[in-house]
């Protein structure tokens, strides 16, 4: 038996092998989950299919959280496989990657809707469909990133909905927990992902968190993925609300060491 033996969960956002959502499903198969995903369209189906199929999971559902009941309609499809789930791990996010360049200012009004119905509100809906499915309890768990409590550079509205998905943690922690529903975040050191290529000057934020993070390096996937199971399994039985950092240590250093000689 391991911590995720005979434990089922949802996992949304793996985009390929290189994604921190997959990094927690890797992690989790191998700790004894059962495991079910989403994909956004069609194309991306392909792409799933066979990392899903290396975890034995062959439950794959349409889900593009920009159109309205989408995450109550996944629910849907999930409950006529399961009765019940026992973790949803949430890793969406969209922002117009023209709009990740240059001042927070010229953010467009469309862009900003759009980055916060993706990025932030979507967990919200996540959870208001999915808790029924938890009558025993169970664990939400989102990803977020230290631009939501700093200002990086290019992040921008991106930023301001890590934000509010952070504060969504908190309140929906408080409205879940008399329902031994827990509801976390996992605040992930930068990454070779897809979604932080669309950065401008990722490479540099790279770079600049690897050489003054306490751990002298980012952290991998599976370092998040290992992250990302205590925080759905029982081992963190007493931890909701929470926003818990996989990131060498970087959000500790105020001023690094040899930037202040």
């Known amino acids: 038996m391991t911590v995720l033996s005979g434990k ?8 390929n092998e290189n994604s921190a959502a ?11 989950a059962k495991l079910a995903f989403t994909y956004q369209m069609p194309a991306f189906k392909k792409r799933l299919a066979p990392l899903a199929e290396s975890v034995e999971s062959d439950l794959l559902i349409e889900c593009d959280v920009n159109e309205e009941l989408a995450a109550k309609e996944t629910i849907e499809v999930l409950s006529s ?25 010229d953010t467009s009004r469309e862009n900003f809707k759009k980055t916060m119905l993706i990025s932030a509100f979507s967990f919200t ?23 939501g409590v700093r200002t990086t550079p290019n992040y921008n509205v991106m930023g301001v909905a890590k934000a509010a998905l952070e504060a ?29 290529a669309a950065i401008s000057g990722a490479r540099g934020i790279f770079r600049h968190s690897e050489k003054n993070a306490p751990l002298g390096r980012n952290p991998s996937i599976y370092e998040v993925g290992n ?3 205590y ?31």
């Open 8 to 15: 089922r969960g949802l996992i949304l956002g793996v985009a």
């Open 22 to 32: 997959w990094g927690i499903a890797k992690q989790a198969y191998k700790l004894g």
């Open 81 to 105: 496989h399961w009765t019940e789930i026992d973790f949803v791990v949430h890793s969406l996010g969209f922002s117009d990657k023209n709009e990740l360049r240059g001042p927070y200012y």
């Open 125 to 147: 809906e996540l959870a208001q469909a999915s808790f029924p499915l938890m009558p025993k309890g169970g664990s939400l768990l989102t990803l977020s990133y230290l631009g």
């Open 168 to 196: 969504s943690v908190r309140y929906l922690a408080v409205d879940l927990g008399e329902k031994n529903i827990r509801v976390n975040g996992l605040s992930a050191g930068p990454m070779k992902t897809l979604a932080g």
């Open 227 to 229: 992250a990302g199971c």
């Open 231 to 261: 925080l759905i399994s029982n081992l963190s039985s007493g931890v909701t609300g929470e926003i818990h950092y996989v990131d060498g240590g970087f959000n500790n250093v105020g001023v690094a060491a040899n930037e202040g000689s």
